[in-house]
């Protein structure tokens, strides 16, 4: 497109050179006029592809070009020039009413744009009909041409009046956060307005040559003023922002990304969404998102009110407005905040499932644990008990000798007891079923080699056997992990009832920082503790100890 513009701008200066009589002015500044508005249209439609804008500034460039043709010798290229002199008037108005979005919207707007363009086009033809030049004259009609002459500058003059109006009306009426942005080009735009004006009024008077003189530059400084609105980050926001309130509402896994993404042309773009509990950020089918972004790549929240509900991810180096970026944030947040709570649902449904699996995996596990300990420990030993028997059996005729043996048989069978009670032990402890949450803190207490200090409030009646259970898990659990890892001097197990949950907290003087999501043990508590509704949480800040918190509803 700018290098058909560029040969079309130097085609009509080269036409209009062509004429003896035409002056350099003549000859020069409607192709600098031309080229200043298509450059500007040009860089605009680079940086905005999805708004009209751009395409429109280029339109007002070769409007001013083809009015420039008037001046040419030849026929056809004078006819057009002279068809279309006044055409810049209207594309003028145009562009001013279309800022910032590329589409006039209102009726005070449209009818001033209407207005110019039937000053500029309607009453324009039929004057060089009735009379006037000779390459179009088709009748001679002086008086109906000068009455349409009067015509046309009445409602020319009614345009740019109205049109002067609304721009003032509009910095007035702008938004403090917009007043900024706007207030350069609409101020530039009122003062081309007003100098145009003057020029129209002047056009019979002596000073119609000095107003020109600073009508033409005046012009030009016009998409210069364009690209500084689009620079400081107010340029063509209306415009994608409308595009995009209207299709937020569209339906579609991917329909509100697709939005914005076109709202900010960058087809690259993501949406992800806060989870209730602000730990993480997850995409629209639930699976976690969160940093790092990629090369280039930058994070925009997203608020609802005062609450974070997701952020826009998009491309730093394709989107130099960052303004742009906020405001959509800003546009999309109650869309964003719905559509939320789909993916906090699909995100729960997929811990879910990835809980019960792990569920499954911890029961297989357990399972193979056991037969394991039963075949490698107390199988093996039953069937040496056995062999013991059978030979007792055959030296029958000597009594001391099956005296020993039995004693030594009875022996082993109490260390496979044993054995046995200790596997027991480590499936549902006795201390557990017999005295409860309270009995199996004090035994594990009693069996962990740093002090331990137990306290329980306001228990009562016993909790469901899955509920102890659970609590025990808690308990053993943690205190495993201070042994093991917090270098600690000393723990802390505290069982409560709160609002119908049994409370277990374990703490530690160790060493923290301990990570939840690290390792089996902590998340198979987590697991086992939300199964049956309840939560747990992992305070361990470094240098600071750790405290484990499980919250087990009562129901039994």
């Known amino acids: 497109m700018g290098a058909l513009a560029g040969a079309l701008i130097l085609l009509a200066a080269a036409v209009v050179a062509d004429n003896p009589e035409a002056t350099p002015a003549e000859v020069v500044i409607p192709p600098l006029v ?49 068809v279309l002199d006044t055409l810049p008037l209207a594309m003028t108005l145009h562009l001013l009413m279309a800022f910032p979005s590329g589409r006039v919207d209102g009726r005070a707007p449209r009818a001033v744009v209407a207005a110019g363009y039937t000053a500029s086009v309607v009453l324009q033809v039929p004057q060089w009909l009735l009379a006037g030049d000779s390459v179009l004259q088709a009748a001679d009609a002086p008086g109906a041409a000068d009455a349409l002459f009067a015509v046309q500058a009445a409602v020319g003059l009614g345009a740019l009046a109205g049109a002067i109006v609304l721009l003032a009306r509009r910095i007035a009426r702008a938004p403090a956060r917009e007043r900024r942005t706007l207030r350069l080009l609409d101020a530039y735009g009122l003062l081309a307005l007003l100098v145009t004006l003057a020029a129209a009024l002047a056009a019979d008077t002596g000073l119609a040559d000095e107003v020109g003189v600073v009508q033409t530059p005046v012009l ?62 997850v995409d629209e089918a639930g699976r976690p998102a969160g940093p790092p972004w990629g090369e280039g790549r930058r994070a925009a929240e997203v608020r609802d009110r005062d609450r974070v509900v997701g952020a826009i991810v998009y491309d730093a180096g394709l989107i130099a407005d960052e303004a742009l970026v906020d405001e959509v944030a800003r546009v999309a947040g109650l869309a964003i905040a719905r559509r939320r709570l789909t993916a906090e649902l699909r995100a729960a449904l997929a811990e879910l499932a990835r809980s019960r699996r792990r569920i499954v995996v911890a029961g297989d596990e357990e399972r193979r644990r056991i037969a394991r300990d039963l075949h490698d420990g107390a199988q093996q030993r039953i069937v040496a008990l056995g062999l013991d028997a059978q030979r007792i059996a055959r030296r029958a005729e000597d009594p001391e000798r099956v005296r020993v ?20 032990h480590g499936i549902m402890p006795a201390p557990l079923v017999e005295r409860g949450a309270e009995g199996a803190a004090r035994w594990l207490a009693g069996r962990t080699p740093i002090p331990v200090a137990v306290a329980a409030e306001g228990l009562g009646a016993r909790p469901a056997p899955e509920v102890e259970a659970t609590a025990y898990f808690v308990m053993a659990e943690s205190l495993a992990n201070t042994v093991k890892y917090a270098r600690a001097t000393a723990a802390d197990v505290r069982l409560s009832a709160e609002d119908g949950d049994l409370v277990v907290r374990v703490s530690d003087d160790g060493e923290g920082g301990a990570d939840p999501a690290q390792g089996s043990g902590l998340r198979g508590l987590a697991d086992r503790v939300e199964a049956l509704g309840g939560t747990l949480r992992v305070d361990s800040p470094p240098g600071a100890g750790t405290t484990v918190e499980a919250r087990i509803p009562c129901a039994s």
């Open 34 to 82: 031309a080229a200043v508005f298509t450059a500007g249209g040009l860089v605009a439609a680079w940086r905005r592809p999805h708004n009209r804008f751009g395409l429109l500034m280029v339109a007002t460039g070769m409007a001013f070009l083809a009015s420039g043709l008037s001046e040419a010798a030849l026929p056809g290229p004078r006819a057009a020039g002279l």
């Open 220 to 281: 030009m400084g016009l998409p210069l003023a364009f690209l500084i609105a689009l620079s400081s980050g107010g340029f063509a926001r209306a415009g994608e922002l409308g595009e995009l309130v209207a299709r937020i509402d569209d339906e579609g896994p991917d329909a509100l990304r697709t939005a914005i993404a076109g709202a900010l042309g960058d087809d690259g773009a993501r949406v992800l969404f806060a989870r209730d509990d602000g730990t993480a950020l």
């Open 405 to 424: 043996a039995a004693g030594d048989l009875t022996r082993g069978l109490a260390d496979v007891l044993d054995e046995l009670r200790a596997l027991v």
